[in-house]
């Protein structure tokens, strides 16, 4: 069955680098979304992505926070200037379609930031 | 905003058994979905049942959905020790395909 993918599973970083989480969606799926999950705390919704675009994204997503899908097949999550508190896991998903559509998570990559 | 709340938050039970946990959430739905998680592992998809569905089966798998409760369950019958893992539940509201997430129920099967 096919599966989203996200490298690397970690991640170490020192504060104030720039870090870049990589995604490969499921090759025939649309929209694509990335969350976040603090340890501990509830999955966050952080931004979708529809046609080579934002559709929606959250408060969290502020400045520091980009994506790109830089080809046909790759969908990146990149902070700019990492802080203490951007340590969680990150969630890849992506969807069929909008609408009644079940998304398909990958298993995450953990951010540490020292 | 919505929010999706899980009782109990946690829940252990003997293998064989049914595992129920409910969800609430508080603003207009267009679906309500569960997702399981494992430790360490991503969130797997289980079912999804639509604004105007009450019950949907998958399996061992039941979910209702009282909107005018605003409250949703899954059950799980004849439990597996497999099925050791976090139940999330989230809202897909009436704006688009952002998912709400709650706080989960980590549910424990003992062999």
């Known amino acids: 069955e096919p599966e989203v993918t996200q490298t690397p599973s970690h991640q170490v970083t020192q504060m104030g680098q720039e870090v870049i989480l990589r995604c490969v969606p499921i090759s025939n799926h649309l929209y694509f979304y990335w969350y976040r999950q603090i340890l501990g705390q509830k999955v966050e919704f952080l931004v979708s992505f529809y046609n080579n675009e934002i559709s929606e994204k959250s408060e969290i997503f502020d400045d520091q926070f980009s994506v790109e899908r830089p080809d046909g097949s790759n969908f990146t999550l990149k902070i700019r200037s990492t802080k203490l508190e951007d340590s969680a896991m990150y969630f890849c998903a992506s969807s069929p379609d909008r609408g009644d559509q079940p998304q398909h998570f990958g298993d995450g990559t953990r951010l540490s930031i020292l | ?111």
């Open chain 2, 1 to 111: 905003s919505q929010q999706g709340e899980e009782d109990p938050q946690a829940l252990s039970i003997q293998e064989g058994e049914n595992a129920t946990m409910n969800c609430s959430y508080k603003t207009s739905i267009n679906n309500l979905q569960w997702y399981r998680q494992n430790s360490g592992r991503g969130l797997v998809h289980l079912i999804l049942i639509r604004s105007n569905e009450r019950e949907k089966h998958s399996g061992r798998l039941r979910v209702t959905l009282d909107t005018s409760k605003k409250s949703s369950s899954l059950l799980i019958t004849a439990s597996r020790a497999a099925d050791t893992a976090s139940y999330f539940c989230a809202t897909d509201g009436a704006a688009g395909n952002k998912l709400t997430f709650g706080g989960g129920t980590r549910v424990l099967v003992k062999p």
